[in-house]
Each structure stands twice: as structure tokens, then as C-alpha cells.
């Protein structure tokens, strides 16, 4: 077992070229349904047993994930790609009159927030099989986005895979709207909305310890980001983070919060997507045990006092 203080070293790839190509077809693909089909407003009726627990340093991985997210663009229905078309369209008219997302243009908005949200897909499904593999055997997920904001990841995750059960908690009634419009008008059955902090959620018994998954992107530093998630998450379910590229110091300021909130990190993976400051990365956090009672504290402490 690898020490707290253990330097790793990985590198990351950056296999872009193909999801890139794949996109660039998705988004030609995208401009032709949306002209001919789709019309914004208009509804269209479309047990932990794996692995024994590591220090997390000790597996830090440089995935070569391009291949399994292109692979994922490219395998999108024409019903799903009209379905991110339509989502995009919304998105951009909804963010003339609300703060959704500073990006404004379509080719941008497919590369930074689509291309983002489907990179984590592949990792989802390998982190997850690997620690409950006769459990996602149908496929279907119980999956929770936290702090949804304009819907990313959650409802690209909701389109591209219908098996599985999208939560998206978010705690502005604005952006609540946003998201309700949009799961009315695309036709997404398998996504529910709920209207809280998280830190509520967290002690609410129709919420804690229920997911199989919790993901969260843009919302918080890592130390708040694992009490407003990890309760959420069941014994044996996964926590998924997504970072920009250097979050090695982040995550290592986060090892005694994960570990106090029950859970341990099992990896930190490139995937196949870039930001502004270069490769993304995903940090996955296994939930060993229940997460204490006291935890996650009332409203606004794990932002003001990070554990």
C-alpha cells in the first residue's frame, strides 16, 4: 500500500481526433434535424465485491478513453441526436434571459459541454462494473447529478443512455424551470428534478444512500464536493468527479474528507475531453460504508468550513 505521501507520476493522453471527427458529424447531423424536424417548444414524443481497497495514488490512471467516447457519439440513434439538438437549441434561447453557461455558440457548446458530459460515460460504466458487476448487467443506474445547473452532465447522460434513472438536484427554482422545460419538450421519462440544496437532500431519507451514482462537474472544490455527494451515494456505489487537468493536489487535500465521509479514491483518469486550461480528468471515489449521520452538515458548512 502505497503511503498518503507517494508521488505519482501518469501521463495523460489526449486522444481527441477521433471523438472530434465524431462530433463534427453529430453537430452537421444535429443542424439538419433541428431544420427539418424539431421546432423549440414543441413537444416530440420521442455490495462491494471487487477488488481489495487501494490507496488511491497507488491506481491513478491515464485511460485512453477517445476510442470508447467516440464510439459513443457515433452510436447515438437519429432520435438521440435530434434529442441533444433540440437540448442545445433550448439552452442556448433559455441562456439569452438566465445565466446557464458562459459558452453562447453551438460548436462550442458541443466540444466544452456535450463532448465533456460523454466522456465520462465510459468511465462511469468501467468504474462501476468493475465493483458491481452483476448489478449492471441490465445496464440500468440509479444516477444523481448534483448541483445540475443548466442539465450537464445529467442530461446528456439521460439521452445517450435511457436505461438508466437521471436525477438532477439543483437548488435555484429558475434553473429548476430551465430543467423541466427541457425534459418536457425533448421527451426524457427517465429524468426526474428535485428542488434542494444538497445538503438537505443528503439527510433526507427518500435521497441518502439511494444512487448508484453520484456525479457533479463545475460545482465545487473536492472537499466540499465529497460531503455534498457521497451521502447520497449507496454502500458499494461510486462517486464520479469531474476536473480540468491538474487536480492531483485537490484530490490529495480530499483523502481524510473521503475517508471520513466512507468512502475511498480508486482513481484519477484522463478522459477524453479538453477544457480551456487542457485534458479533463475524473476523479472516482468507491463508497466502502455509510456515511455518518452528522454528515453532510447544515446548509452552507461545507462551503464556509471545508472538512
Known amino acids: 500500500m502505497a503511503s498518503s505521501s507517494t508521488v505519482v507520476r501518469s501521463v495523460f493522453h489526449k486522444p481527441l481526433l477521433p471523438l472530434a471527427a465524431a462530433l463534427r458529424r453529430l453537430c452537421d447531423s444535429e443542424c439538419c434535424i433541428t431544420q427539418r424536424r424539431w421546432r423549440i417548444g414543441k413537444r416530440q414524443q420521442l455490495s462491494f465485491h471487487g477488488p481489495r481497497r487501494r490507496h488511491w495514488s497507488s491506481i491513478i490512471c491515464a485511460q485512453q478513453l477517445g476510442s470508447g467516447s467516440a464510439a459513443r457519439v457515433e452510436a447515438l440513434s437519429p432520435k438521440q441526436a435530434g434529442q441533444v439538438a433540440l437540448f442545445i437549441d433550448l439552452l442556448l434561447d433559455w441562456n439569452q434571459r438566465m445565466n446557464l453557461t458562459a459558452v453562447t455558440e453551438r460548436s462550442a457548446m458541443m466540444n466544452r459541454h456535450i463532448a465533456d458530459s460523454l466522456s465520462l460515460i465510459p468511465m462511469i460504466e468501467e468504474a462501476y462494473t468493475t465493483h458491481n458487476y452483476a448489478s449492471t448487467r441490465s445496464g440500468s443506474l440509479k444516477v444523481v447529478d448534483v448541483g445540475s445547473g443548466a442539465g450537464l452532465p445529467g442530461l446528456v447522460l439521460a439521452i445517450s443512455c435511457p436505461a438508466w434513472q ?142
Open 166 to 307: 437521471v436525477t438532477l438536484l439543483e437548488s435555484l427554482q429558475k434553473r429548476c424551470d430551465f430543467l423541466e422545460h427541457v425534459i418536457k419538450t425533448v421527451g426524457l421519462p427517465n429524468v426526474q428534478i428535485v428542488h434542494s440544496r444538497a445538503e438537505d437532500a443528503g439527510q433526507d431519507a427518500k435521497f441518502r444512500e439511494v444512487y448508484d451514482v453520484a456525479v457533479a462537474r463545475a460545482v465545487a472544490e473536492m472537499r466540499v464536493l465529497v460531503e455534498l455527494c457521497l451521502p447520497l451515494v449507496r454502500v458499494g456505489g461510486i462517486f464520479v468527479a469531474a476536473k480540468g487537468p491538474n487536480p492531483q493536489e485537490e484530490v490529495e487535500a480530499a483523502k481524510a474528507a473521503v475517508e471520513l465521509l466512507g468512502a475511498s479514491m480508486v482513481s484519477l483518469c484522463a478522459v477524453d475531453s479538453e477544457g480551456p486550461l487542457g485534458q479533463r480528468t475524473a476523479v472516482v471515489c468507491l463508497k466502502d460504508h455509510a456515511t455518518p449521520a452528522k454528515y453532510p452538515r447544515r446548509a452552507g458548512m461545507p462551503n464556509k468550513r471545508p472538512l
